[in-house]
């Protein structure tokens, strides 16, 4: 079998050829959504984000720690960091200022549903879930382990991010036999359309009849 180019091309997206090779699939059960208290920044947001965070803050606000409230009253719900990019604002360097910890009902076991008890959970989705507001959560997180960098001329690049916190989605995605690419289908429509998705898709099925996967 050749070897993948390390760059492919769908639209005017540049991504990494991890993305369509290497498998993943969250397991909320093991990490309890550390990747939204790990890290010494925030979430990446774009200005329409913030608009729309802050559009949302008096349906989440109970749902926000002290802690956190805090933060927001001080700095608002996004700041920029060390980089220059714009990220929403953490408690203690750390957190989330937009997490809140529950029970999550997982897969079936036994006929039964499961519960995974004190996870890290986003009060702008349980807002939106719940039917309270119209935006989900930046699209940044939406993506996670990917991560979206502007490289100019209308072209955006895409990179797998690899984090020892998702080792263990890394392992079951191996266990399952989902690519990145197919975990994350949700949230690249979200950002980048369906057209564009079934572009990728068109890609992979021809990666595929030329051996590269």
């Known amino acids: 079998m050749p070897n993948i180019p390390p ?96 029970d999550v009902e997982c897969a079936m076991v036994n006929g039964q549903c499961s519960i995974i008890k004190d996870c890290c959970l986003c009060a702008l989705e349980k807002a939106y879930r719940e039917g309270k507001t119209r935006f989900c959560k930046p699209v940044s997180c939406a993506l996670y382990p990917i991560r979206e960098k502007q490289l100019g001329g209308g072209l955006v690049g895409l990179n797998y991010n690899r984090w020892n916190v998702c080792k263990m989605a890394v392992a079951k995605g191996v266990l399952e036999n989902t690519r990145l690419y197919q975990f994350l289908r949700e949230p690249l429509i979200r950002r980048f359309g369906a057209a564009w998705y079934q572009e990728l898709l068109d890609t992979v099925d021809e990666l595929k009849r030329q051996d590269y996967l």
């Open 7 to 102: 760059i492919l091309q769908v639209g005017d997206v540049l991504l990494s050829s991890e993305i369509l090779t290497e498998k993943f699939c969250c397991d909320l059960s093991v990490c309890k959504g550390a990747c939204c208290v790990e890290g010494d920044a925030g979430a990446p947001v774009t200005l329409d984000e913030i608009a729309e965070i802050e559009d949302c803050l008096d349906e989440v606000w109970h749902d926000l720690s002290a802690s956190a409230q805090s933060v927001i009253d001080k700095q608002g719900v996004a700041y920029t960091d060390q980089e220059g990019d714009l990220v929403t604002s953490i408690v203690r360097g750390k957190d989330c200022v937009f997490t809140y910890y529950g």
